[in-house]
């Protein structure tokens, strides 16, 4: 780390940025606004010297789109206007950092990481299938950390790739539903008139089907009875996780805040809470976890930032082009417009493109259109997308983790039962979201 670096952190405005944002969820003057887009500006240059070298692989092809797309467009107002939008995004993982920070020092999750002691091999995949989808729902990838050492040391190469695969499957099918996610907060931005509870509730049930298809699919010899004895040890985290869940939908329908914002204002609340009630030793490890995982997201902030200025210009350029009008020509029917949504943000992560910046293409082109799809549904299809990325795609961080975390070739867990997990929950998925729209979404 060079000495600019050291002088000059990041950290301390990420802090003042998530601070404006709560201010701004009462009160929101243009002024609060202007000085959060030059913020962030100071923030992605601070950092940019500590990103990763594949954070930079990824950013630069789309920064210099944006600015060509700026040049030729003459959008330079969509470039502060997406470093204003991702403003919102400092708060939002400033929120996920401290959630974590209070997660792991809640009993249910000490309890969570004892739960496999003397379970019979057949449990394992059920357990870690769940264990993956409740965990990871709160703490995304960083349930693969509480799981992966539950392995023993000398497990076996195909145990190691087949808990691997299925924890994958769990926590992959999060995001479908759980607004702790990166995806629900971002596709949240593109579709802002969704209820949280409403996406919350289609998510769990998509969720739900999924997991039973997994099981069905890899798990078949496990009876229900069985599978209960080894996931139960799950149960006391299924309430902290819904009282949350409930407490965002409720703020959000109440208030009239998006899920992002009400996630927002409902952490610090929970937080607080949490504090005054632990220790003083577990409430000094919260705090200084908090200020060491702030700067652990610089990349996913970069990242973020850089997709939603790409996002903002292509939507000025896709409208000059007429992109959007050769689709509507088109006159492609409902099932045919969820299938392209999921279909495009999954393969193009197979092709090694980020699902941030396929989910905003896909929204940027569909959400104009008459496609009769109602938004709801096209905002869960671009979350079943995300899933399906982050389950096989190639630069998505949950399977560098899962791989890293178990020690199991990258190759291994894109090009494997998970693929084929994809494409049946997949297909399946255009089917009910289709059925979903007609029955109970049609305007």
Not at 154 to 163: Q, S
Request: charged share 10%; proline share 4%.
């Amino acid at each position: 780390m060079n000495l600019f670096s050291r002088l000059v952190r990041s950290e301390p405005i990420l802090f003042v940025l998530w601070a404006n944002e709560l201010v701004r969820l009462v009160w929101s003057p243009p002024a609060l606004q202007a000085a959060s887009g030059w913020l962030m500006m100071l923030y992605v240059a601070l950092s940019f010297s500590r990103i990763r070298r594949g954070t930079v692989v990824l950013c630069a092809p789309l920064a210099a789109l944006a600015i060509a797309l700026a040049v030729a467009f003459d959008q330079w107002a969509g470039v502060i206007r997406g470093f204003e939008n991702a403003a919102v995004f400092m708060a939002f993982f400033g929120s996920i950092v401290l959630l974590r920070a209070v997660a792991n020092q809640r009993a249910e999750i000490t309890r969570a990481r004892s739960l496999f002691t003397g379970l019979r091999a057949e449990h394992t995949n059920g357990a870690f299938l769940m264990g993956a989808h409740l965990i990871g729902s709160v703490l995304v990838v960083g349930v693969l950390a509480i799981l992966a050492p539950i392995l023993k040391d000398d497990a076996d190469d195909t145990t190691r790739r087949r808990a691997a695969e299925v924890s994958q499957r769990g926590m992959c099918l999060a995001p479908l539903w759980s607004p702790f996610w990166v995806a629900s907060a971002f596709a949240a931005q593109q579709i802002p008139g969704v209820p949280a509870w409403q996406i919350m509730m289609l998510g769990l049930g998509m969720a739900a089907i999924g997991l039973v298809l997994a099981h069905v699919m890899y798990a078949r010899d496990v009876g229900v009875a069985d599978l209960w004895r080894a996931v139960k040890g799950f149960a006391p985290i299924v309430p902290s996780v819904a009282v949350c869940a409930l407490m965002i939908a409720g703020l959000s329908t109440v208030a009239g805040l998006s899920t992002l914002k009400a996630l927002i204002a409902t952490i610090p609340m929970l937080a607080v809470l949490s504090l005054l009630a632990a220790r003083a030793a577990q409430a000094r490890e919260i705090v200084s976890e908090t200020w060491r995982g702030s700067s652990r997201v610089c990349d996913e902030i970069v990242v973020v930032t850089t997709a939603l200025i790409l996002g903002r210009v292509l939507e000025a350029a896709v409208k000059d082009v007429g992109v959007g009008d050769m689709i509507g020509a088109l006159a492609l029917p409902g099932w045919a417009v969820i299938a392209c949504v999921i279909a495009t943000i999954t393969l193009a992560s197979l092709a090694g493109i980020h699902q941030l910046v396929s989910i905003i293409v896909v929204l940027v082109v569909f959400m104009p259109l008459d496609t009769g799809v109602s938004d709801i549904v096209m905002m869960e299809a671009a979350l079943v997308g995300w899933g399906f990325a982050s389950m096989v795609g190639v630069t998505a961080v949950s399977t560098a983790t899962a791989s890293a975390m178990f020690k199991v070739p990258r190759a291994q867990l894109i090009f494997g039962p998970n693929l084929v997990f994809v494409a049946v929950f997949g297909t399946l998925c255009v089917g009910l979201l289709t059925l979903a729209d007609v029955i109970f979404f049609a305007s």
